[in-house]
Every structure is written in structure tokens, then in C-alpha cells.
């Protein structure tokens, strides 16, 4: 096939999830002329599995995201039909928020986003080959129809689709998820250029008729009262709504029989699945096999959307044959009579080595290629999506000849998350969890802003007048905190009855204003009438004063670790450094290190075998260069 | 790693009688220094010039452990180029120990080995090619620290710190499972329980930290193999050598019979005996010599006693240990030729023909001879040919220091429910606890969390 069409362009991003979103919008929004592709118009931004945005630390990496300048956290402040902040009586680190979405509002705001967007083209077409020089710089892309379209970096958003297989029982298609068309030809492509396939599987429960549920034999939940947004730009006051609600049901001994009564009928159980899944969102009959003494599981049923009767069965996804779908659904209070709108299915795709990448999200052996998002091997929307915004802009600092963006593990979810994929080889698809991160008191969802927006700021993606705002709330909540430790106060009559009055114990010597938030049965709020010279100060900036105040002993115990952290980080590895020129290496070391090429002695540190004294060796060596 | 923490160590070999030095370096070095020592005028060491001695005496809280002699050194000239304190005491192995435990209980932590070096390297106080001929020390020291560490614990111990790890991953995992998936598994009421299980775990360390502190742990001395082939004498040496008068014998709880363990106290130097159980039962060393146990005890050994029976000429037997010899011990090797009362058919030229190494004569039964052992053995020793297992120590403080930073966290996790402090914080303390134990049975870290979570509890979406 000849070419016909040709175009030149900077960016070209390959597929339109959520992190081809982020991508696309990252390198327009800088200026470099973007061209995204999708298989499928219709499908940008879907959300083929799960209906929510956020969840325990899905939310903070949402957050961080909308700090950095990303879109997904300003779009489902747009779309939400439910909010809720997970872990609210837990420490201020786990407080995480997550959001339902109308999911075909979801779609359709974020394409609405795009198509106004400057510099951003948006065709449907499948990329089916990578084009470079013989020195692996990328020159373009081309598609299956033979357009070739020359460019100088490539983002691989390509999600599920790459070879994609949808699968429940012995029924199987090469379809992308929804049953759109999948990626067939890219993966042969990615092979010629020496990048190594993986697949990995993941399932999605089936979607039900509303009215075909028995709402009153399950548990209503609801949102919060107070909807807190997920952007720093968004006014709360101009997303307080009427919500939709959740509903609560488990599964029984019925079900569960009826599972494993047909479990040599699950293609997972049969070998006719080959793809490796993730142990943390497992399907039904995973629980039921791997957890067999507990007697019932839960089942979120959760609306798709306003305006559609179809709602999700979290917490079932399945790839058992329809009849059996059927048959162990109606097992469930509530869903006796359930109709289902589309089957339970597992899917199998091809997604990439991300231990090939570097922190920049860049191949280390393709100039200009970078990947983001479910390809990487990771699993979520949340996570997509930041790696898309990573892979969007260092993609563009290195068109406009700029440091790449990389954040460490201590300044962000967004960095724990991209350092666990390039530097621990993980067997299953990766999902962020606040226990990844060790700094997590720090890497709050509430102070994201604090945390990014001069980063974002300085990537061009924060307006002048958004950081001027923050490094406003940053003064005030300093200055609060000054003020409230030096303000000391006595025993008081007045003290001793407000103490008295709040359980308190009697103060026996002089305390300050800060010394009494730490006090657990005390907070900011409640020493008020106390504190006589107290301003008022905007609600974001008390909830940092009282966090930090409160909390103050370990923040400080992480920041000292971070301290430490840091010096192993800011020790960087050159690019052309020999490994076998470092005498002492182990074997096992000297290979691990050559194959991973980490960037600094902190990374190494985290490759598995690589030991201290490997370290100690790869140190010495460093000084001695110099 | 790369850390500037205080680090301290015994800088002197460990059984050299007389004067022990421990050495801390780092920016606290001369804070903690001042938290154990007590000057002649109650100076404070803080105010001292450098390169300056200091005459005083060594204090744990009220009680006096030492008199010594403390030299401050400011940074940079010093051996780290970091502030370096020398605490010179004068009480023996044990007391130096003592001491260095004091140190850490201060504010310092136990060094690694060759940590001074590598921070004298890394602050570009030595050049590379010293520098790496540490590194292999390093390297060496680390992998057989490690299995040392692992080796010298006593089986019922370690199985005890599994035991505590295991309740301690699974509990933090049930909270971050809680934390990552609200919706499925709920935290409420399960700080009551945890807290029950904290104050167990307390005790629990507690009592490891006693039966460190009476030794109960691992043994330390020069570890020494008794060879020959039957009838060479091996038991009567033993006996002459376990003599009551001088004789400790310690029957070390936990182990079993056939790796029975014994020290003989000879002036002073504590040979372990390793292996006796055979020689006593069956005198059938020779034959266990194929065996790969007992080779490899005496291929590792600090000290190899190989007994020949001079009335009778060289056989098989001793032909296959003086080829073990050759191929290369780890140790020093003494031969005793026994039976002196009797004609000699094989004399000391004949065994310097295969082996290049001191040859006593001995008559077991008459006791003779012994005394010339002695006087070799402690010659050896003062000399530095023969020396303790260091490591041994070493790994004993490190241990301790160990078990009470995991102590410490624990007791921070009590005071974090006391104070009701939400779960996720409750978990850094609870953690730190875990890493702390990890290390003394040589277990890291990596990816313990994560694997619980996910084996352990139904994590839903």
C-alpha cells in the first residue's frame, strides 16, 4: 500500500483513554502541535470498567494530577453524580476522596475539553507502526490505512487494546473492551524496535437493568453532605448537589457453591486464560477459591449515570460462562430477578516492560518514544492518567529541549507510583496503594497543591495567577502556625473550665495555643473562644494549620527520613557509565544494573539484587570518577 | 547507607586482654561520649579542644562500669573526617562490650563492617586504592555478617522473632488493607486489640533482650577443632584440658547433643570446642571426617588441634587429615604429639615434613606437655595470629541494638493508642518495629507488606 497522506506534526499520542487524554492535553497546552489517535471517537475518555474516579490513594494521585495541571480532576468535578471522602475518621494521610461519574458525561465533557483545545488535532485511525532513524530517534508514526504521519515523539496510551481478547466462559473475541475494535498491529511494531510484550488480564462485572433490582433488600449508601471537589480550582460551593446513591449487598453459601460448581468452566481455571491478573481486584471466583472460609462477599451495585438504567456489580467481575453469570447473580438479595445489560468478562492485552523505561516515562532505547498509562503494565484510570500527563510532558520538555519532570517518592504518589513500575519488576497489572508510599503523612490529598504547583507552574502548565494563590495559602498557613505556637497561655479560671468542660486535663504550667491542638480531645476549631486575636482565614488553610500542628512529631520523623532519602536520590548515575569497569560488582548486581540503567544511586538501591554492599561498591566508584 | 548517623565499634581486637578501644565518630560523637562519661573535673567533653585526652570514668546512669581514657577529635582532622571520640577502658573483652552497648544505648548506632573506612573514603580522607581494598573486606564481612548473624542465632530464638514478625506483618497488613479498601474491611474496635497485642510483643523482646544479655544467644571464643585418629588421645586431651580447676564447661541451652559445645578457659583465652560430642562418644573423628559437617567445622575453625599418637607411624587416617590441612583450613593448626611416655615411632620432623606449623610434645595421660600447649596457645593469641571471632561480638551488640530500637517503636505504637492517633500513623512505629527485628534474623524488608495484603485479606473493587 502506498502512501496518499501525510502530515507533519510534534507530538502524535497514541490512543485516547485517560491517559491519552492527559497526554494530548499536556503537549497542546504547551504549544507543540499534537495530533491523538483513537480507534474509536466515540470511546474517548471511557470508562469501561469501574463508574468512579479516586478512591484510597487513587484519589491523591487525582489530586496531584490536577496540581501538576492535568484535566481528569477538573472533569469529574464537572460530571460527578456522588462524593465521598474514603477514611474520614482516619488520619488526615488516608483521607481520600472518590467520586461516581455519569460515565457517558464523563466521555463526552473531557472530548468537549479537547476538541477546544489549541494545537490539538484528534483523528481516528489505528496506529499500526512506529517509524525512526537507524538510531532509534522516532520520525513518525503509520497507520493501518498506510498515513503516514512524521513527528518527533510518539506517547503510547494504548490501554487494553493492544491484542486485545475479551473472554467469559468458552465465548472469546478479539475485541478492546465495550467490544470496540482492538490495536492488532502495534505490537508487532513495538517488537521490531527490541521492546519486550507482556500480557496481563483484567475483568469487569456485568451491568444490570435498574429495574430489575430489588433495591429494598439491600443497603443505601449515600454521599457526602459537604462535596468536597477533587481540583484546587474548582469552588465548593459551585458543586453542592443533589446526589445519586450506592446500594449494598453480599453474596451468600448459594452463590458461592454455584461458583465453584462451575469453576472448570472458568476460562481462568481452565489455562484458557494465559494473561496474568492483579491479587487486589480479583473476580468472584478468585475470592472464592482463595478466600474459602469467608461465608459472603460484598457487592457494590452503583448507577452508570443518570440518564441510563444500567448499574455496575462491584466487587463480581467474572469471566464464568453467561448461564452461570446469571445463575450466581440471582443468588444475591436484591438481584433475584436481575436482567443483565452486558455480561462479566476478563480481557487479556499486551502491554509493555515498563523496567525499560526510564523515570521520564521515555523507552531507554527509543528516542522520542514514551508510554503511559495500562500498557505500562499498571491498572486503574487514576494511574493512567498521571502517567499520561508525565509521558504528555516530558515528551514536550524534550521536543522544546527541557529537563524531563520527574518526581521522587517523597514529593509525590505520582513518583512512587512511576518508580515502583521502572524499577521493580512486577508480574501482575500495578495499582497504587497508600502503603507503597513511605512518606505518605507527607503526600497528602490536602496538600497537593502545596506539594505541585510550583512544578506545574514551572512545566507551564499552572497559570501565574493560580501559583500566586497557593504561595498566598502557603504565607497564611506559615504565619498561622507561628503565631499559634508563640501565643502561650496560663491556668487561667477560664482555661480550667474550658479544659474541664472538653475533658482536657489542667494545664500546671504555661502552654502555648499550638501545644493545646495537639491535644487529642482539642483541635483548631474548638480552642477558639481561647484564642482571642484569631483572624478568620479561609477553610483550606485551617485544615493545613490543624494537620500540621497536630501531626507535628511524625512529620517531622518523615521529613528527617526523607533527609536521608534525598542524599541517595541527588546521587546521579552518568548515562555512559561502564559496569564492568566497577570492580567488586556481584554478578547478579553487575547484570541487574546494566539492564536497568538507574538514574541515581537511590534507584539502584531499589533494584531487587542489588545489595547494600553493591551500593557501597557503586559509590565508592562514583567518588573516584570525579 | 550513605548516612551521617554516629556510628561506634570496638576498634581493638576482641580478646586481647587489657586495653579495648571504642571508637564513635559523627556529628554526635561527642554528645553521646558525654552521656556516658564522667570527667576528673566533671568537664564536659563538648567543650574540649580537639586531639585532646581526658582522664575519667564511664558511668550507665548511676553505676560505674570503667575507668578510661577518652580522646576527642574534631572534625576534619580525624580518621572519618568527622568528629571522632576514643573511649580507651581498661577492663577486658567484656567490659569493652559493655561499653560499646552503653554507647549505642546513647544515641549511636553499631557500625557496619568497614564503615569507618568507607566514611573515610567517602569524605576523601583516603584514596581509591585503599578504598577498595576495603571494599572486598566489605564485601566479605557483609556476606559472612549475614550469615553469621543468621548461623550464631540459636534455633528456639529465632523461631521466637518469626514468631513476633508474623503477628506483627499480618496486623500491620489488616490495617492497610482497611486503609486501601474501606469499604471492605473495617478498623472498628481493632485498636483494643492491637494494643493488647503490642504489650506482648514488648514482652516478648524483653525477654530476647535478657537471653542476649545472658548469653544465651551464641557463645564466643576461638573456635577450636581437637583431630586424630582414634586412639590418638583426643579424649584424654579433652578431659586433661576440662580439668576441674580450670575448666568452664557450658552446656548450651538449645542445642542438641551431637553439636555439643564446650569452652576451656586457658588463661584467660576462651577456646570454644566445637564438635567434642564425637570425640567423646566415639573417637570416630576421622571417620566423620568424610562427613561434610565435620569438615567443614574444621576447614572454618580459628584453631585446629590435631593430636598424633607418637608410638604409632603415620597411617591413612592421619594422611587424610594432613591433606585437609594442606588443602587449606580457615585456622591455625597446633599438632600435639601425644604419648611422649611412650617410644616415639613418629617425631616432629616427620609431621614438619607435611605440615609447616608449631608440634608440641604431650603425654595426655601423665599430663605433661600441657603447659608448653598452654604457653603456645597464649603466645598465639597475645601475638594476634589467633584471635576471637569479633563478628561474634559485634553481631551480638548490633543485635541488641536491634531488639531495643524495636522496643522503642513498639512502646512509640503504645503511646500512639494511649494518645488515639488515627491507624495509618500507628503503622510507621509498628513498621519500624518489623525492620528492626528483620534485621537480626537477616530478613528484609521489600515487598513483606504488599504480599500480606494481598494473601491475607479479600481486597475488593
Given at each position: 500500500m502506498g502512501n496518499y497522506l501525510e502530515e507533519n506534526y510534534d507530538v502524535v499520542i497514541v490512543g485516547a483513554g485517560h491517559a491519552g487524554c492527559e497526554a494530548a492535553l499536556a503537549c497542546a497546552r504547551l504549544g507543540l502541535e499534537t495530533i491523538m489517535f483513537t480507534?474509536?471517537?466515540?470511546?474517548?475518555?471511557?470508562?469501561?470498567?469501574?463508574?468512579?474516579i479516586g478512591g484510597s490513594s487513587k484519589g491523591h494521585l487525582v489530586r496531584e494530577l490536577d496540581a501538576l495541571g492535568g484535566e481528569m480532576g477538573k472533569n469529574i468535578d464537572k460530571t460527578f453524580i456522588q462524593s465521598k471522602m474514603l477514611n474520614?475518621?482516619?488520619?488526615?494521610?488516608?483521607?481520600s476522596l472518590r467520586a461516581q461519574a455519569d460515565k457517558s458525561e464523563y466521555s463526552r465533557q473531557m472530548r468537549r475539553t479537547l476538541e477546544n483545545t489549541e494545537h490539538l488535532t484528534i483523528r481516528q485511525a489505528e496506529v499500526a507502526d512506529i517509524l525512526t532513524d537507524e538510531d532509534k530517534n522516532i520520525t513518525g508514526v503509520k497507520t493501518f490505512s498506510g498515513a503516514v504521519y512524521h513527528c518527533r515523539a510518539v506517547v503510547l496510551c494504548t490501554g487494553t487494546y493492544l491484542k486485545a481478547r475479551c473472554i467469559y466462559g468458552d465465548v472469546s473475541s478479539?475485541?478492546?473492551?465495550?467490544g470496540l475494535q482492538a490495536a492488532n498491529h502495534l505490537t508487532d511494531a513495538l517488537k521490531r524496535l527490541g521492546i519486550e510484550i507482556r500480557r496481563f488480564k483484567t475483568g469487569t462485572p456485568a451491568r444490570v437493568d435498574r429495574?430489575?433490582?430489588?433495591?429494598?433488600?439491600m443497603e443505601e449508601q449515600f454521599g457526602d453532605k459537604r462535596i468536597v471537589p477533587f481540583?484546587?480550582?474548582?469552588?465548593?460551593e459551585d458543586i453542592q448537589k443533589e446526589q445519586v446513591s450506592c446500594y449494598l449487598t453480599y453474596t451468600n453459601e448459594k452463590t458461592h457453591k454455584i461458583i465453584r460448581d462451575n469453576l472448570d468452566r472458568s476460562p481462568l481455571y481452565s489455562g484458557k486464560i494465559e494473561g496474568t491478573g492483579p491479587?487486589?481486584?480479583?473476580?468472584i471466583e478468585d475470592k472464592v477459591v482463595r478466600?474459602?472460609?469467608?461465608?459472603r462477599h460484598q457487592v457494590f451495585v452503583e448507577?452508570?449515570?443518570?440518564?441510563?438504567n444500567e448499574m455496575y456489580l462491584g466487587g463480581m467481575s467474572s469471566s464464568l460462562p453467561e448461564d452461570v453469570q446469571y445463575a450466581m447473580y440471582r443468588t444475591v438479595p436484591g438481584l433475584e430477578n436481575v436482567k443483565i445489560v452486558r455480561n462479566a468478562y476478563a480481557i487479556e492485552y499486551d502491554c509493555i516492560?515498563?523496567?525499560?523505561?526510564k523515570a521520564s516515562l521515555e523507552f531507554k532505547n527509543v528516542h522520542g518514544l514514551f508510554s503511559g498509562g495500562q500498557i505500562n503494565g499498571s491498572s486503574g484510570y487514576e494511574e493512567a492518567a498521571v502517567q499520561g500527563l508525565i509521558a504528555g510532558i516530558n515528551a514536550a520538555m524534550k521536543l522544546l529541549g527541557r529537563e524531563p519532570l520527574i518526581l521522587d517518592r517523597s514529593e509525590a504518589y505520582i513518583g512512587v507510583l512511576i518508580d515502583d513500575l521502572v524499577t521493580k519488576e512486577s508480574s501482575e497489572p500495578y495499582r497504587m496503594m497508600t502503603?507503597?508510599?513511605?512518606?505518605r503523612l507527607l503526600l497528602r490529598q490536602d496538600n497537593a497543591d502545596l506539594r505541585l504547583s510550583a512544578k506545574g507552574h514551572e512545566i507551564g502548565l499552572i497559570s501565574d495567577e493560580r501559583y500566586a494563590k497557593v504561595e498566598e495559602k502557603r504565607k497564611e498557613i506559615d504565619a498561622e502556625i507561628k503565631r499559634l505556637s508563640s501565643v502561650m497561655i496560663g491556668g487561667t479560671s477560664e482555661v480550667t473550665e474550658f479544659l474541664a468542660r472538653h475533658n482536657s486535663t489542667a494545664l500546671n504550667n504555661g502552654v502555648s495555643l499550638a501545644d493545646l491542638i495537639?491535644?487529642?480531645?482539642?483541635d483548631y476549631e474548638a480552642i477558639a473562644e481561647l484564642d482571642k486575636d484569631r483572624k478568620p482565614l479561609p477553610w483550606d488553610v485551617i485544615e493545613q494549620v490543624n494537620i500540621n500542628i497536630k501531626y507535628q512529631g511524625y512529620i517531622e520523623r518523615e521529613l528527617r527520613q526523607v533527609e536521608h532519602f534525598k542524599k541517595l536520590e541527588k546521587k546521579l548515575i552518568p548515562?555512559?557509565?561502564?559496569?564492568?569497569?566497577?570492580?567488586?560488582?556481584r554478578l547478579e548486581a553487575r547484570q541487574k544494573l546494566k539492564n536497568f540503567k538507574p538514574r541515581s544511586i537511590g534507584q539502584a538501591s531499589r533494584i531487587?539484587?542489588?545489595s547494600p554492599a553493591d551500593i557501597t561498591v557503586l559509590l565508592v566508584y562514583l567518588e573516584s570518577r570525579r | 547507607m550513605e548516612s551521617r548517623e554516629t556510628i561506634a565499634a570496638?576498634?581493638?581486637?576482641?580478646?586481647?586482654?587489657g586495653i579495648g578501644i571504642v571508637r564513635i565518630s559523627g556529628d554526635d560523637a561527642v554528645a553521646v561520649a558525654d552521656r556516658v562519661f564522667k570527667g576528673k573535673n566533671n568537664?564536659?567533653?563538648?567543650?574540649s579542644r580537639s586531639h585532646m585526652a581526658h582522664y575519667g570514668h564511664i558511668y550507665d546512669g548511676e553505676e560505674l562500669i570503667d575507668e578510661a581514657l577518652v580522646l576527642v577529635m574534631k572534625a576534619p582532622n580525624t580518621y572519618t573526617r568527622e568528629d571522632v571520640v576514643e573511649i580507651d577502658c581498661h577492663g577486658g573483652a567484656y567490659v569493652t562490650r559493655r561499653i560499646l552497648e552503653l554507647v549505642l544505648k546513647n544515641g549511636a548506632r553499631a557500625a557496619e563492617p568497614g564503615e569507618f573506612t568507607k566514611r573515610a573514603f567517602l569524605n576523601g580522607r583516603i584514596d581509591l586504592a585503599q578504598a577498595e581494598a576495603v571494599i572486598d573486606v566489605i564485601n566479605a564481612k557483609n556476606n559472612y555478617a549475614l550469615k553469621s548473624s543468621v548461623s550464631m542465632l540459636n534455633g528456639k530464638l529465632s523461631t521466637e522473632i518469626k514468631k513476633i514478625r508474623e503477628e506483627l506483618i499480618y496486623n500491620i497488613a489488616f490495617i492497610e488493607a482497611a486503609l486501601d479498601d474501606p469499604e471492605h474491611i473495617s478498623l472498628d474496635n481493632f485498636v483494643d486489640k492491637l494494643d493488647n497485642f503490642v504489650d506482648k510483643w514488648i514482652n516478648a523482646v524483653d525477654k530476647l533482650l535478657t537471653s542476649v544479655d545472658n548469653g544465651k544467644i551464641f557463645t564466643e571464643g576461638v573456635r577450636t577443632v581437637i583431630l586424630g585418629k582414634p586412639n590418638a588421645g583426643k579424649s584424654s586431651l579433652l578431659n586433661t584440658l576440662l580439668g576441674e580447676e580450670r575448666a568452664i564447661v557450658t552446656d548450651i541451652a538449645g542445642t542438641t547433643r551431637d553439636t555439643l559445645e564446650e569452652q576451656i578457659n586457658v588463661h584467660g583465652i576462651i577456646l570454644k570446642l566445637i564438635d567434642t560430642a564425637g570425640i567423646r562418644q566415639t573417637e570416630d573423628i576421622v571417620e566423620k571426617l568424610g562427613v561434610d559437617k565435620s569438615r567443614r567445622f574444621a576447614k572454618d575453625a580459628d584453631l585446629i588441634i590435631y593430636v598424633v599418637d607418637s608410638s604409632t607411624e603415620l597411617d591413612d587416617n592421619d594422611m587424610d587429615i594432613i591433606s585437609m590441612i594442606n588443602e587449606g583450613v580457615a585456622g591455625k593448626v597446633i599438632v600435639l604429639l601425644n604419648k611422649s611416655d611412650l617410644a616415639a615411632r613418629t617425631t616432629e620432623n616427620d609431621i614438619k615434613s607435611y605440615i609447616d606449623c608449631p608440634v608440641i610434645n604431650i603425654s595426655a595421660k601423665e599430663q605433661e606437655g600441657i603447659d608448653e600447649l598452654e604457653k603456645k596457645l597464649e603466645e598465639m593469641f597475645l601475638g594476634g595470629e589467633l584471635s576471637y571471632n569479633d563478628e561474634i561480638m559485634i553481631t551480638r551488640a548490633r543485635q541488641k541494638d536491634a531488639l531495643r530500637r524495636a522496643k522503642e517503636s513498639l512502646e512509640l505504637v503504645k503511646d500512639g493508642i494511649a494518645m488515639a492517633v488515627p491507624e495509618d500513623l500507628l503503622t510507621i512505629d509498628l513498621m519500624n518495629g518489623y525492620e528492626e527485628l528483620g534485621k537480626i534474623i537477616g530478613?528484609?524488608?521489600?515487598e513483606d507488606l504488599v504480599n500480606e495484603i494481598f494473601s491475607k485479606f479479600c481486597m475488593g473493587k
Amino acid at each position: 500500500m502506498g502512501n496518499y497522506l501525510e502530515e507533519n506534526y510534534d507530538v502524535v499520542i497514541v490512543g485516547a483513554g485517560h491517559a491519552g487524554c492527559e497526554a494530548a492535553l499536556a503537549c497542546a497546552r504547551l504549544g507543540l502541535e499534537t495530533i491523538m489517535f483513537t480507534v474509536s471517537v466515540e470511546s474517548i475518555a471511557l470508562m469501561p470498567c469501574n463508574p468512579n474516579i479516586g478512591g484510597s490513594s487513587k484519589g491523591h494521585l487525582v489530586r496531584e494530577l490536577d496540581a501538576l495541571g492535568g484535566e481528569m480532576g477538573k472533569n469529574i468535578d464537572k460530571t460527578f453524580i456522588q462524593s465521598k471522602m474514603l477514611n474520614s475518621s482516619k488520619g488526615p494521610a488516608v483521607h481520600s476522596l472518590r467520586a461516581q461519574a455519569d460515565k457517558s458525561e464523563y466521555s463526552r465533557q473531557m472530548r468537549r475539553t479537547l476538541e477546544n483545545t489549541e494545537h490539538l488535532t484528534i483523528r481516528q485511525a489505528e496506529v499500526a507502526d512506529i517509524l525512526t532513524d537507524e538510531d532509534k530517534n522516532i520520525t513518525g508514526v503509520k497507520t493501518f490505512s498506510g498515513a503516514v504521519y512524521h513527528c518527533r515523539a510518539v506517547v503510547l496510551c494504548t490501554g487494553t487494546y493492544l491484542k486485545a481478547r475479551c473472554i467469559y466462559g468458552d465465548v472469546s473475541s478479539y475485541t478492546g473492551p465495550n467490544g470496540l475494535q482492538a490495536a492488532n498491529h502495534l505490537t508487532d511494531a513495538l517488537k521490531r524496535l527490541g521492546i519486550e510484550i507482556r500480557r496481563f488480564k483484567t475483568g469487569t462485572p456485568a451491568r444490570v437493568d435498574r429495574r430489575s433490582i430489588d433495591f429494598s433488600k439491600m443497603e443505601e449508601q449515600f454521599g457526602d453532605k459537604r462535596i468536597v471537589p477533587f481540583s484546587f480550582t474548582t469552588n465548593p460551593e459551585d458543586i453542592q448537589k443533589e446526589q445519586v446513591s450506592c446500594y449494598l449487598t453480599y453474596t451468600n453459601e448459594k452463590t458461592h457453591k454455584i461458583i465453584r460448581d462451575n469453576l472448570d468452566r472458568s476460562p481462568l481455571y481452565s489455562g484458557k486464560i494465559e494473561g496474568t491478573g492483579p491479587r487486589y481486584c480479583p473476580s468472584i471466583e478468585d475470592k472464592v477459591v482463595r478466600f474459602a472460609d469467608k461465608d459472603r462477599h460484598q457487592v457494590f451495585v452503583e448507577p452508570e449515570g443518570n440518564y441510563t438504567n444500567e448499574m455496575y456489580l462491584g466487587g463480581m467481575s467474572s469471566s464464568l460462562p453467561e448461564d452461570v453469570q446469571y445463575a450466581m447473580y440471582r443468588t444475591v438479595p436484591g438481584l433475584e430477578n436481575v436482567k443483565i445489560v452486558r455480561n462479566a468478562y476478563a480481557i487479556e492485552y499486551d502491554c509493555i516492560n515498563p523496567v525499560e523505561l526510564k523515570a521520564s516515562l521515555e523507552f531507554k532505547n527509543v528516542h522520542g518514544l514514551f508510554s503511559g498509562g495500562q500498557i505500562n503494565g499498571s491498572s486503574g484510570y487514576e494511574e493512567a492518567a498521571v502517567q499520561g500527563l508525565i509521558a504528555g510532558i516530558n515528551a514536550a520538555m524534550k521536543l522544546l529541549g527541557r529537563e524531563p519532570l520527574i518526581l521522587d517518592r517523597s514529593e509525590a504518589y505520582i513518583g512512587v507510583l512511576i518508580d515502583d513500575l521502572v524499577t521493580k519488576e512486577s508480574s501482575e497489572p500495578y495499582r497504587m496503594m497508600t502503603s507503597r508510599a513511605e512518606y505518605r503523612l507527607l503526600l497528602r490529598q490536602d496538600n497537593a497543591d502545596l506539594r505541585l504547583s510550583a512544578k506545574g507552574h514551572e512545566i507551564g502548565l499552572i497559570s501565574d495567577e493560580r501559583y500566586a494563590k497557593v504561595e498566598e495559602k502557603r504565607k497564611e498557613i506559615d504565619a498561622e502556625i507561628k503565631r499559634l505556637s508563640s501565643v502561650m497561655i496560663g491556668g487561667t479560671s477560664e482555661v480550667t473550665e474550658f479544659l474541664a468542660r472538653h475533658n482536657s486535663t489542667a494545664l500546671n504550667n504555661g502552654v502555648s495555643l499550638a501545644d493545646l491542638i495537639k491535644r487529642p480531645e482539642l483541635d483548631y476549631e474548638a480552642i477558639a473562644e481561647l484564642d482571642k486575636d484569631r483572624k478568620p482565614l479561609p477553610w483550606d488553610v485551617i485544615e493545613q494549620v490543624n494537620i500540621n500542628i497536630k501531626y507535628q512529631g511524625y512529620i517531622e520523623r518523615e521529613l528527617r527520613q526523607v533527609e536521608h532519602f534525598k542524599k541517595l536520590e541527588k546521587k546521579l548515575i552518568p548515562e555512559d557509565i561502564d559496569y564492568d569497569e566497577v570492580g567488586s560488582l556481584r554478578l547478579e548486581a553487575r547484570q541487574k544494573l546494566k539492564n536497568f540503567k538507574p538514574r541515581s544511586i537511590g534507584q539502584a538501591s531499589r533494584i531487587s539484587g542489588v545489595s547494600p554492599a553493591d551500593i557501597t561498591v557503586l559509590l565508592v566508584y562514583l567518588e573516584s570518577r570525579r | 547507607m550513605e548516612s551521617r548517623e554516629t556510628i561506634a565499634a570496638i576498634a581493638t581486637g576482641m580478646g586481647n586482654a587489657g586495653i579495648g578501644i571504642v571508637r564513635i565518630s559523627g556529628d554526635d560523637a561527642v554528645a553521646v561520649a558525654d552521656r556516658v562519661f564522667k570527667g576528673k573535673n566533671n568537664k564536659k567533653l563538648t567543650n574540649s579542644r580537639s586531639h585532646m585526652a581526658h582522664y575519667g570514668h564511664i558511668y550507665d546512669g548511676e553505676e560505674l562500669i570503667d575507668e578510661a581514657l577518652v580522646l576527642v577529635m574534631k572534625a576534619p582532622n580525624t580518621y572519618t573526617r568527622e568528629d571522632v571520640v576514643e573511649i580507651d577502658c581498661h577492663g577486658g573483652a567484656y567490659v569493652t562490650r559493655r561499653i560499646l552497648e552503653l554507647v549505642l544505648k546513647n544515641g549511636a548506632r553499631a557500625a557496619e563492617p568497614g564503615e569507618f573506612t568507607k566514611r573515610a573514603f567517602l569524605n576523601g580522607r583516603i584514596d581509591l586504592a585503599q578504598a577498595e581494598a576495603v571494599i572486598d573486606v566489605i564485601n566479605a564481612k557483609n556476606n559472612y555478617a549475614l550469615k553469621s548473624s543468621v548461623s550464631m542465632l540459636n534455633g528456639k530464638l529465632s523461631t521466637e522473632i518469626k514468631k513476633i514478625r508474623e503477628e506483627l506483618i499480618y496486623n500491620i497488613a489488616f490495617i492497610e488493607a482497611a486503609l486501601d479498601d474501606p469499604e471492605h474491611i473495617s478498623l472498628d474496635n481493632f485498636v483494643d486489640k492491637l494494643d493488647n497485642f503490642v504489650d506482648k510483643w514488648i514482652n516478648a523482646v524483653d525477654k530476647l533482650l535478657t537471653s542476649v544479655d545472658n548469653g544465651k544467644i551464641f557463645t564466643e571464643g576461638v573456635r577450636t577443632v581437637i583431630l586424630g585418629k582414634p586412639n590418638a588421645g583426643k579424649s584424654s586431651l579433652l578431659n586433661t584440658l576440662l580439668g576441674e580447676e580450670r575448666a568452664i564447661v557450658t552446656d548450651i541451652a538449645g542445642t542438641t547433643r551431637d553439636t555439643l559445645e564446650e569452652q576451656i578457659n586457658v588463661h584467660g583465652i576462651i577456646l570454644k570446642l566445637i564438635d567434642t560430642a564425637g570425640i567423646r562418644q566415639t573417637e570416630d573423628i576421622v571417620e566423620k571426617l568424610g562427613v561434610d559437617k565435620s569438615r567443614r567445622f574444621a576447614k572454618d575453625a580459628d584453631l585446629i588441634i590435631y593430636v598424633v599418637d607418637s608410638s604409632t607411624e603415620l597411617d591413612d587416617n592421619d594422611m587424610d587429615i594432613i591433606s585437609m590441612i594442606n588443602e587449606g583450613v580457615a585456622g591455625k593448626v597446633i599438632v600435639l604429639l601425644n604419648k611422649s611416655d611412650l617410644a616415639a615411632r613418629t617425631t616432629e620432623n616427620d609431621i614438619k615434613s607435611y605440615i609447616d606449623c608449631p608440634v608440641i610434645n604431650i603425654s595426655a595421660k601423665e599430663q605433661e606437655g600441657i603447659d608448653e600447649l598452654e604457653k603456645k596457645l597464649e603466645e598465639m593469641f597475645l601475638g594476634g595470629e589467633l584471635s576471637y571471632n569479633d563478628e561474634i561480638m559485634i553481631t551480638r551488640a548490633r543485635q541488641k541494638d536491634a531488639l531495643r530500637r524495636a522496643k522503642e517503636s513498639l512502646e512509640l505504637v503504645k503511646d500512639g493508642i494511649a494518645m488515639a492517633v488515627p491507624e495509618d500513623l500507628l503503622t510507621i512505629d509498628l513498621m519500624n518495629g518489623y525492620e528492626e527485628l528483620g534485621k537480626i534474623i537477616g530478613e528484609s524488608v521489600e515487598e513483606d507488606l504488599v504480599n500480606e495484603i494481598f494473601s491475607k485479606f479479600c481486597m475488593g473493587k
